[in-house]
């Protein structure tokens, strides 16, 4: 009985997620369309590269323009979206990042880094916060690269984070536009 509950609250708290993610960046020109081979496609012909997901990681269909995906054992989901041509917005990268968490509470950035990505400087920021009174632990990496902001975000319990968070880095580095 527990567990079914658990896993309701998850699945509403994933939805809430995405549907943050999604309003806080402006109108959606150019966004997600799909993803196949480890390949996000914005448009028939344009695509970013991520990185190979271990064994445990699922394809999540969402409504959301994401390429979503959840790993059942850990109650984690990792997920990209870009934001591209009247949807871009060329704010700081801390700027964006903390769109991300708009509708998160007792939301607390433990640390931000910057990183390069493709070339390109993005900000990754490791922070906790509950959305619908649950407790989770958050891992996003914001980059901007020909005209489009694209997010890459983790999150899960955060007593099962540092069971996930190696999938997560491997799912960002691979990131080539």
Same mark, same amino acid.
């Given at each position: 009985?527990?567990?079914?509950?658990?896993?309701?609250?998850?699945?509403?708290? @994933?939805? /809430?997620?995405?549907?943050?993610?999604?309003?806080?960046?402006?109108? *959606?020109?150019? $966004?997600? %369309?799909?993803?196949?081979?480890?390949?996000?496609?914005?448009?028939?012909?344009?695509?970013?590269?991520?990185?190979?997901?271990?064994?445990?990681?699922?394809?999540?269909?969402?409504?959301?323009?994401?390429?979503?995906?959840?790993?059942?054992?850990?109650?984690?989901?990792?997920?990209?979206?870009?934001?591209?041509?009247?949807?871009?917005?060329? @704010?700081? /990268?801390?700027t964006l990042s903390g769109q991300l968490f708009a509708g998160t *509470?007792?939301? $607390?950035? %433990?640390?931000?880094?910057?990183i390069d990505m493709d070339g390109r400087g993005g900000l990754r920021?490791?922070?906790?916060?509950?959305?619908?009174?649950?407790?989770?632990?958050?891992?996003?990496?914001?980059?901007?690269?020909?005209?489009?902001?694209?997010?890459?975000?983790?999150?899960?319990?955060?007593?099962?984070?540092?069971?996930?968070?190696?999938?997560?880095?491997?799912?960002?580095?691979?990131?080539?536009?």
């Amino acid at each position: 009985m527990e567990h079914m509950r658990n896993t309701r609250v998850f699945w509403g708290i @994933l939805a /809430l997620v995405f549907f943050l993610i999604g309003c806080f960046h402006g109108r *959606q020109v150019t $966004s997600v %369309i799909g993803y196949r081979n480890q390949m996000v496609f914005l448009k028939k012909d344009v695509y970013y590269k991520v990185g190979k997901l271990p064994e445990g990681w699922k394809t999540l269909s969402t409504r959301a323009k994401a390429a979503a995906f959840y790993n059942k054992d850990l109650g984690a989901s990792i997920s990209t979206d870009a934001f591209c041509a009247g949807g871009f917005e060329d @704010l700081p /990268l801390k700027t964006l990042s903390g769109q991300l968490f708009a509708g998160t *509470q007792q939301h $607390s950035i %433990i640390s931000e880094k910057e990183i390069d990505m493709d070339g390109r400087g993005g900000l990754r920021t490791v922070s906790t916060g509950s959305i619908d009174g649950v407790d989770l632990k958050f891992d996003t990496v914001v980059v901007k690269k020909n005209n489009c902001t694209m997010d890459f975000v983790y999150f899960s319990p955060p007593e099962k984070y540092k069971d996930g968070v190696a999938a997560f880095e491997a799912f960002f580095n691979g990131f080539k536009f």
